[in-house]
C-alpha cells in the first residue's frame, strides 16, 4: 500500500488546503497522474500519483486544511509495480512528491503551466466543479480566459445555451434561471455568494498574521519623479527598438534606488525571529512586486539585486509580472522575498497605507504620478511629482530611521545619474 502525503512544498509551509480530487476511491490511476490539488498560502500544486494502481482510500476531502505529513489517500499498487521486498522497511512508503508547482490562487489552473498524461483543459477547480455539478464535459467548452482558460462564465453561457448533457439538463436550467432571478428567501435577497476559500483566504490569513503580529507605522514623502521619466525617455530614445533592451520601465528604478537605500539601512532589509530574539539582516536583496492578478494578490520576487543593473532588474520584473498576470509563475518565483514594493500608480492611487509581508519587516508603496507647480529655487515650475507610502514594523525600527531610509530613495530617484554607478 502506498501512502501519499503533503509535504512541505514551499518555503517553509506548515499546511495546505485541499482543492480538488481528481480521482475517487476505486478508480485506476498510472504513475504521474495528477491525484489532487492543494493550495498554500504562495502556490498551487497538483500531487502526481507515485505508483501505478487502485486508489484504496481517501483520507480527507475538498475543503480540508491538512499538515505537512498528513496521509491524503492511499493507493494499492498494482502486482506489476515494483516492490520493496529486498527491505526491512514496512510496505507503506511516503511518496511526497508535487508535479510541478504554480504560482496560482486556488482558482486558477495555468496556461501550459502543469504537465500530465494528456492534455487538460485550462480551468480552474471552482469551474470545473460547476461543469461537474451540470453534467456538462468540459472539454466541450471553449474557453476564452488567458491562454484558451475556461471560466466560471463560459460555463453558465455553455449552460444557457442549452449544451448540458441530458442527465443534468434539469439540474442546469434550474441553475441558470437562479442566476437570471432573485432568491426569494431574505438571506441571499440582493446578494450574492461567492467561495472564500483559496487563494483569497490565504491573502485574508496571510494579512490577519501581518497586522495582528506587527505594529505598523506608515510615512508618506513626495518625491520629484521629473529626471527620471526624462532618463526613461533618453534611453528610450537611443534605443527605440529596444534591441539593446535600453527601454526600461520606471519601476526598475524605483526597485534600485530601494536597493542602494538598503546598503546604508539595512535595518529593513531584515526579518524578525521573535523565538531567537534576534534580528536577522539579510545579505541578499531580494524584492519582491505585489502584482494584482485576476485571481488576486501575487508577489513575484527579484532575486539578488545587488548584483543587477535596471536594465536585468526591467527585463526580470515585466517577465515575472506577465507570469503572474497568465498564472505561470513557479513557487520558486515567490520565495525569498526581503523587501516588497507596491506600483499601484498605474491604477490611479494618490496615497495608502500598504500592509507589510510578514515575515519582512517594511513595504514602500509607490502612487500616482501627475504635473503639479512646485516651488524650485525662488521659480515656480511644473514638475512631475508621486507620492509614496512606507510602511515598517515599529519592533524593529523607529521612525527616523524610516524617513531618512525614504529621504534616500527620494533622494536617489530625484538625482537618477547618482546611480549610474551601481547600474553597470
Same mark, same amino acid.
Given at each position: 500500500?502506498?501512502?501519499?502525503?503533503?509535504?512541505?512544498?514551499?518555503?517553509?509551509?506548515?499546511?495546505?488546503?485541499?482543492?480538488?480530487?481528481?480521482?475517487?476511491?476505486?478508480?485506476?490511476?498510472?504513475?504521474?497522474?495528477?491525484?489532487?490539488?492543494?493550495?498554500?498560502?504562495?502556490?498551487?500544486?497538483?500531487?502526481?500519483?507515485?505508483?501505478?494502481?487502485?486508489?484504496?482510500?481517501?483520507?480527507?476531502?475538498?475543503?480540508?486544511?491538512?499538515?505537512?505529513?498528513?496521509?491524503?489517500?492511499?493507493?494499492?499498487?498494482?502486482?506489476?509495480?515494483?516492490?520493496?521486498?529486498?527491505?526491512?522497511?514496512?510496505?507503506?512508503?511516503?511518496?511526497?512528491?508535487?508535479?510541478?508547482?504554480?504560482?496560482?490562487?486556488?482558482?486558477?489552473?495555468?496556461?501550459?503551466?502543469?504537465?500530465?498524461?494528456?492534455?487538460?483543459?485550462?480551468?480552474?477547480?471552482?469551474?470545473?466543479?460547476?461543469?461537474?455539478?451540470?453534467?456538462?464535459?468540459?472539454?466541450?467548452?471553449?474557453?476564452t480566459g488567458p491562454g484558451g482558460r475556461v471560466t466560471d462564465q463560459d460555463v453558465y453561457n455553455f449552460i444557457e445555451n442549452g449544451s448540458a448533457t441530458p442527465v443534468k439538463e434539469e439540474a442546469a436550467n434550474q441553475t441558470a434561471d437562479v442566476r437570471k432571478t432573485e432568491a426569494p428567501s431574505y438571506a441571499s435577497k440582493d446578494a450574492e455568494e461567492i467561495?472564500?476559500? =483559496?487563494?483569497?483566504?490565504?491573502?485574508?490569513?496571510?494579512?490577519?498574521?501581518?497586522?495582528?503580529?506587527?505594529?505598523?507605522?506608515?510615512?508618506?514623502?513626495?518625491?520629484?519623479?521629473?529626471?527620471?521619466?526624462?532618463?526613461?525617455?533618453?534611453?528610450?530614445?537611443?534605443?527605440?527598438?529596444?534591441?539593446?533592451?535600453?527601454?526600461?520601465?520606471?519601476?526598475?528604478?524605483?526597485?534600485?534606488?530601494?536597493?542602494?537605500?538598503?546598503?546604508?539601512?539595512?535595518?529593513?532589509?531584515?526579518?524578525?525571529?521573535?523565538?531567537?530574539?534576534?534580528?536577522?539582516?539579510?545579505?541578499?536583496?531580494?524584492?519582491?512586486?505585489?502584482?494584482?492578478?485576476?485571481?488576486?494578490?501575487?508577489?513575484?520576487?527579484?532575486?539578488?539585486?545587488?548584483?543587477?543593473?535596471?536594465?536585468?532588474?526591467?527585463?526580470?520584473?515585466?517577465?515575472?509580472?506577465?507570469?503572474?498576470?497568465?498564472?505561470?509563475?513557479?513557487?520558486?518565483?515567490?520565495?525569498?522575498?526581503?523587501?516588497?514594493?507596491?506600483?499601484?500608480?498605474?491604477?490611479?492611487?494618490?496615497?495608502?497605507?500598504?500592509?507589510?509581508?510578514?515575515?519582512?519587516?517594511?513595504?514602500?508603496?509607490?502612487?500616482?504620478?501627475?504635473?503639479?507647480?512646485?516651488?524650485? =529655487?525662488?521659480?515656480?515650475?511644473?514638475?512631475?511629482?508621486?507620492?509614496?507610502?512606507?510602511?515598517?514594523?515599529?519592533?524593529?525600527?523607529? =521612525?527616523?530611521?524610516?524617513?531618512?531610509?525614504?529621504?534616500?530613495?527620494?533622494?536617489?530617484?530625484?538625482?537618477?545619474?547618482?546611480?549610474?554607478?551601481?547600474?553597470?
Amino acid at each position: 500500500m502506498v501512502e501519499v502525503k503533503l509535504h512541505d512544498i514551499g518555503e517553509g509551509m506548515h499546511e495546505g488546503e485541499v482543492i480538488h480530487f481528481f480521482v475517487k476511491a476505486g478508480d485506476t490511476v498510472k504513475i504521474d497522474q495528477p491525484l489532487v490539488e492543494v493550495q498554500t498560502d504562495k502556490v498551487t500544486a497538483e500531487l502526481p500519483s507515485p505508483a501505478a494502481g487502485t486508489i484504496k482510500d481517501i483520507k480527507v476531502k475538498e475543503g480540508d486544511v491538512v499538515t505537512v505529513g498528513s496521509v491524503i489517500l492511499t493507493i494499492e499498487a498494482s502486482s506489476s509495480a515494483p516492490s520493496d521486498k529486498k527491505t526491512e522497511e514496512p510496505a507503506v512508503q511516503e511518496q511526497p512528491v508535487v508535479d510541478k508547482i504554480v504560482a496560482a490562487p486556488e482558482n486558477t489552473v495555468f496556461a501550459g503551466g502543469i504537465a500530465t498524461l494528456n492534455k487538460r483543459v485550462l480551468a480552474a477547480p471552482f469551474t470545473r466543479k460547476i461543469a461537474r455539478e451540470n453534467g456538462i464535459d468540459i472539454e466541450k467548452i471553449e474557453g476564452t480566459g488567458p491562454g484558451g482558460r475556461v471560466t466560471d462564465q463560459d460555463v453558465y453561457n455553455f449552460i444557457e445555451n442549452g449544451s448540458a448533457t441530458p442527465v443534468k439538463e434539469e439540474a442546469a436550467n434550474q441553475t441558470a434561471d437562479v442566476r437570471k432571478t432573485e432568491a426569494p428567501s431574505y438571506a441571499s435577497k440582493d446578494a450574492e455568494e461567492i467561495p472564500f476559500k =483559496g487563494r483569497r483566504k490565504q491573502i485574508a490569513k496571510k494579512m490577519i498574521q501581518s497586522l495582528a503580529t506587527i505594529p505598523h507605522v506608515t510615512h508618506f514623502e513626495e518625491i520629484d519623479v521629473t529626471a527620471v521619466m526624462d532618463l526613461k525617455k533618453q534611453l528610450k530614445a537611443m534605443d527605440p527598438e529596444n534591441k539593446r533592451g535600453m527601454n526600461v520601465s520606471v519601476a526598475a528604478f524605483f526597485v534600485k534606488a530601494i536597493q542602494i537605500a538598503l546598503k546604508d539601512f539595512p535595518i529593513f532589509n531584515a526579518k524578525l525571529d521573535e523565538e531567537k530574539e534576534v534580528i536577522r539582516l539579510e545579505k541578499n536583496v531580494n524584492i519582491g512586486i505585489a502584482t494584482d492578478s485576476d485571481e488576486g494578490l501575487i508577489v513575484p520576487v527579484i532575486s539578488h539585486v545587488e548584483q543587477r543593473n535596471v536594465r536585468d532588474i526591467a527585463v526580470d520584473m515585466k517577465d515575472k509580472i506577465t507570469r503572474a498576470k497568465t498564472n505561470k509563475l513557479k513557487g520558486s518565483d515567490m520565495t525569498g522575498g526581503t523587501f516588497t514594493i507596491s506600483n499601484v500608480g498605474p491604477l490611479g492611487s494618490i496615497a495608502a497605507t500598504p500592509i507589510i509581508n510578514h515575515p519582512e519587516v517594511a513595504l514602500m508603496a509607490f502612487h500616482k504620478t501627475k504635473k503639479t507647480p512646485v516651488v524650485v =529655487g525662488n521659480e515656480i515650475v511644473i514638475r512631475s511629482m508621486m507620492n509614496v507610502s512606507m510602511s515598517f514594523d515599529h519592533r524593529v525600527a523607529d =521612525g527616523a530611521t524610516a524617513v531618512m531610509f525614504t529621504n534616500r530613495v527620494k533622494e536617489l530617484i530625484e538625482h537618477p545619474y547618482f546611480m549610474t554607478l551601481e547600474l553597470i
